[in-house]
Structures are given as C-alpha cells and as structure tokens.
C-alpha cells in the first residue's frame, strides 16, 4: 500500500488524475517505508524552459517554517526520484532520474529534465521519503527557427505576505497560462507587523536560517503553489529579496545595523536562499555575493525573452533616492544595468531572433516625473543615460517590436516609450506593461485615474488594484488583459480585466481593444 494523502494528488487540478499512475505501481513506495512526516509541504515547479529541457524543482520540508531553516530535516542527504511524462498517468514516461536533495542546500532539488520535444506539454512529480509529491505541467519553447503555437504568458511582481492574501496567484493559475514571469519581490525581507492580514515568521531577515524559512513561509501558500504547479516560470528578483532599495554593495539606510562583513553575509545568504528556491539552471548558482540572473531565453521565431539584472550592477541611486528632482540623474555615466550587461543586452536585441523581444526587469522604465520634475530615483528615471542608450540602441538596430515588462510600484501601467520624452509628439519606439502587485499595498483604491497625465501624455493606463497581466503572443500581434482583483484582504476574489490593449507587429504602441 502507498502511503499517500489530500495534497498528494490536490495541487492546481493536475493530481487527481495522477493516482492511476500510483494503483498500475509505476512509482508507488510501500507504506512502511515512510519514516518522516510528508515533505512535499512546498509544492513543486518549473522553470526556465527551452526547446528540449525545462528545470524542474521541489524541496523537501515537513515542518518548513522552523525557525533554523533547514525544514524539519535531518542532517543528511536525501534520494529524490522524479519523471517527466506527457500525461497525467505517468503510463509512459519521457524522462525519469534521481537526484540527491543535500542538506547543505536546505533540502532543495533542481533537476534538468532533457531529451523532451519542442513545443510540447509534460507533467511532472518526484518521490522521497515514502511519500509522492503533487503533479505539475510544465512546458518546453518552440525548437530554434519555428513559431510553434500561441503563447499565453502572465506576469507579476511584489507579493508582500502581510498585506493580503494571493487569490491573484490563483486566479493566474485558473488562466492556465503556457509561462509565468515573476519580476521580483517574491518575498519581503521585513519582520511581523502587528495588524497586518496574515502575519510573517521571525524578525526581519538577516541570516540565511531567515531567509530560508520566509521562503518556506511564503512558499506554503496553496495558491503560490497552484500558480508554480500550472506552468513553467521565468523569474528575476528586485530588492526585496535582500534589502530594500539597495544598490549594487550600498545599502539604502542602517537599519538593521551591520557592519560591512555582515552586509556581505547577508547578500550572499539572500542569493543562497533565491537559488535554492527558484526554479533556476546551475547559471544562476551564486558565488559569495554574486548571482549570474540576467539572461537570455528563446521562444523559437515567436519571442525572445531578454531577463534584467537592476540591482546587482546598478550605481547608487541619486539625491538621496526617493522622488526628486535631481540633475544628477542625468549624467551621463550613470548605469542601473552595468556596461557589461548593457552590452549584453543590445548584443542580444540586435540579433533579430524572434517577432517580439520582451524585455523583462524590475522597475518603471518610463519617463514618469510630476508636475514639478521629479522622478522616481529607484526607477529609470534616476538612470536617464542609461535609459536613453538602451532605447537608441534598439532603435539603431531596428528591433521590431521592443516589449518591456516591469513591477515594483504596486499599480498597473500602460506606456507608449517615447524617443524623446520631453516632446509629447515624439516617436512611439516601444511599449512597456507594468504589472501591479499580487498583494503588496493592500486592496488598493481601486482608481484609474493616471497620476501626472498631463506631464506623462504618453502613460495611456493606470489601476490601484492588486493582479496580474495576461498576454497571448502570436505572430501579427500581442494582446494583453489587465488583470486584477477587488480585495486582497479577504480570500477569494474573482479576477476580471480592468483594461485591455493590443500591440500590432512593426507598429510599437499601445492600441485600444
């Protein structure tokens, strides 16, 4: 008999189907053999497809949220088997292995599952310890050269535990989406606030046995679960993830108080905790205070996604940071992206891979000053020059359709990007989406107002409401839902679409639809 419970099977309405699998004895465990309490409490996911492999991930963890952070496991590396099957029976598998979950990475397993077809949708799921986790799907990327089919993609950022539930996870989930981008504040680093809707674990994180166990704590949601286990993600982390608004090694303020050898623990703590969390290739496995995340991720012919690094290499931010109006944001050595991974970047969009270069990163890059001139010093806006020569740079190498996609403010954008932003008549060059957050900033005010739309003419959307965006991508066009929901405070709402736009092939802009 296997040894099997509710949540084995129940995860984003893939498990159920899988128990046919179990009763034929394809990957059943004898009941006996099951000495610990069930380890799966983090869910599965995948992440970072291309045309033959995809990453696949778990981490073991019974009792995830103790406070040392290693899960409830023992010390001592664990077998974990997995497959890879193109149905919910798992009669036949594509591809299957063992991996050893090592206690040294909390227990956390990163699989490269190969030799699978392009274009294709898998399921997925491991074993350890007795106990059988729940099913994900995942999928693979159009081979190199094709289009493939239609991709629905949704995207997200900013999930503070605090501030509300993740029904807007869920409801993403319920799309069924072919690939979910996560643009950073996964976590939040900051300790219980009393009052808040659901409180965080600890004080604010600082060690890694801190950070492990905020993921653990954020990652125990069933509806953060739900949204890993219905597809593949690509994901990039923004501040949070560390410390808020730091740049490059400099720290925003001195709270908590470190000394300059814990600040650098503290980085690479946070790194260490990220990878071991996300679905992510060995690429991206740190070295002390470094993590390799800026990357470059083909959708055969139809999309090239181009994934940002905006902190690592960022210069400090300028005035003091905050919204300013500040000269120095001009200068023109300044960069939020580094030389390097600027170059990078150009060298990549001029290759013409694909219909649509989507550029995915953290934070509002359009122009969006008050009244007065002032700028948001985090955002572009405190890195105009750098701004200005990734935009002239795509319009020098003829990029057909430049596609940003950003988080961090908490409100939902849509903006025309503007060669010139001082000039209202300017060309349209390309098209940022902004999506607001899963729960950060509460339920919101629910405004559509565009904040400075006479300063900002080319700001064509705006919602304070919690959500996500939705976008089919096809060959002639890309259109996209504003996605959110009404409350966070309570558990449950439905999602419906606040506004929608389609961007044409070779017409970069934002048109009505």
Known sequence: MTKLNRRTFVLGGLGAAGAGALSAGTFATAAAAAVTPYPFTLGVASG????????????????????????????????????????????????????????????????????????????????AQGYISAVGRTRTAPAAGTVGRN?????????HYESGYYTAYRRMADDNPDLILQLGDYIYEDAATAGSVRQHLGAE????????????????????????????????????????????????????????AQWTARRTAAYQAYYENMPLRPLS?????????????????????HMLDTRQFRDDQSCGDGSKVCADADLPTRTITG?????????????????????????FFAREFTAAGAGNMDAWDGYRASRSRIQ????????RNPVVLSGDVHRSYANNLLADYANPASA?????????????????????????????????????????????????????????????????????????????????????A
């Open 392 to 399: 002239q740079g795509w319009v020098d190498r003829a990029v």
């Open 205 to 260: 994180c600082v060690s890694l046995a801190d950070y492990r166990r905020r993921y653990a704590q954020y990652k125990s949601d069933p509806d953060l679960q739900a949204a890993h286990a219905i597809a593949p993600w690509i994901v990039v982390p923004d501040d949070h993830e560390v410390e808020n608004n730091y740049a490059n090694m400099v720290r925003a303020d001195s709270s908590p108080a470190l000394t300059a």
């Open 48 to 127: 970072d497809p291309d045309s033959s492999s995809v990453v696949l991930w778990t981490r073991l963890a019974p009792n995830p949220t103790n406070a040392d952070g290693q899960g409830g496991m023992p010390n001592a590396n664990v077998a974990v088997d997995w497959q890879v099957s193109a149905d919910t029976t798992f009669a036949t598998l594509v591809a299957s292995g063992t991996v050893t979950a090592q206690y040294a990475s909390a227990h956390s397993v990163h699989v490269i599952a190969g030799g699978l077809a392009p274009d294709s949708d898998y399921y997925y799921r491991f074993r």
């Open 285 to 305: 496995i740190p070295s002390g205070i470094s993590i390799q995340l800026y990357r470059r991720l083909p959708w055969g012919k139809l999309a090239t996604f």
């Open 428 to 512: 349209v060059i390309g098209t940022e989406l902004v999506a607001t957050s899963i729960s950060s900033d509460g339920d919101g005010s629910g405004s559509t107002t565009i904040p400075n739309a006479a300063t900002n003419p080319h700001v064509k959307f705006y919602s304070d409401r919690r959500g996500y965006v939705r976008a089919t991508v096809t060959p002639t066009h890309l259109a996209v839902d504003f996605r959110s929901v009404a409350k966070v405070s309570e558990h449950g709402a439905a999602a419906t679409t606040t506004r929608s736009f389609v961007i044409e092939d070779g017409q970069p802009g934002l048109v009505n």
């Open 151 to 159: 991709l629905l993609m949704a995207f997200t950022s900013c999930a």
């Open 339 to 363: 030389a390097t991974q600027e170059a990078w970047l150009l060298d990549g969009l001029g290759q013409h891979l694909a219909t649509w270069d989507i550029i995915g990163q953290q934070v």
